[in-house]
C-alpha cells in the first residue's frame, strides 16, 4: 500500500514562500510521475505542478509558472513545491499525488493521494 505524507504547509504573509514536501512509503517511487494539487473552500480540485518519473520534464499552472518549482529526489522519495511570490489567491489545500503512466494535469489519472497540507496566504 502506498501512503503520501505532505508536509511544509502553514500560514505566510503574501509575497513570502514556502516548500512543501511529500514523501512516499510503500512504492518504488521512480515509477511514478508526480504532482501537487490544490484546493480552495468551495472550489474544485486544480492542478498545480507535476513532474516526470525521472524529473526530466515538468509542467505548470499558468497561475503559477515563474512562482513555483516542483522537483524530486528519487532517492529519498520526495517530491518537492517550492512556493515564491505567494499570493492571497493561493490559499489551499496543497496534496500531491502518484501516477504510473506519467504527468498529467488530470487529478482521476492519479493513482494515490496524500491527504493534504494547509497553505494559507494573508493580504
Known amino acids: 500500500q502506498v501512503e503520501l505524507v505532505e508536509s511544509g504547509g502553514g500560514l505566510v504573509q503574501a509575497g513570502g514562500s514556502l516548500r512543501l514536501s511529500c514523501v512516499a512509503r510503500?512504492?518504488?517511487?521512480?515509477?511514478?510521475?508526480m504532482g501537487w494539487f490544490r484546493q480552495a473552500p468551495g472550489k474544485e480540485r486544480e492542478f498545480v505542478a507535476s513532474?516526470?518519473?525521472?524529473?526530466?520534464?515538468?509542467r505548470y499552472a499558468d497561475s503559477v509558472k515563474d512562482r513555483f518549482t516542483i522537483s524530486r529526489d528519487n532517492a529519498k522519495n520526495t517530491v518537492l513545491l517550492q512556493m515564491n511570490s505567494l499570493k492571497p489567491e493561493d490559499t489551499a489545500v496543497y496534496s500531491c499525488?502518484?501516477?504510473?503512466?506519467?504527468?498529467?494535469?488530470?487529478?482521476?489519472?492519479?493513482?494515490?493521494w496524500g491527504q493534504g497540507t494547509q497553505v494559507t496566504v494573508s493580504s
Open positions: 499525488a502518484g501516477e504510473f503512466e506519467g504527468s498529467s494535469s488530470r487529478p482521476i489519472d492519479y493513482d494515490f
Open positions: 510503500g512504492a518504488t517511487f521512480i515509477r511514478y510521475a
Open positions: 513532474i516526470e518519473k525521472n524529473g526530466d520534464s515538468t
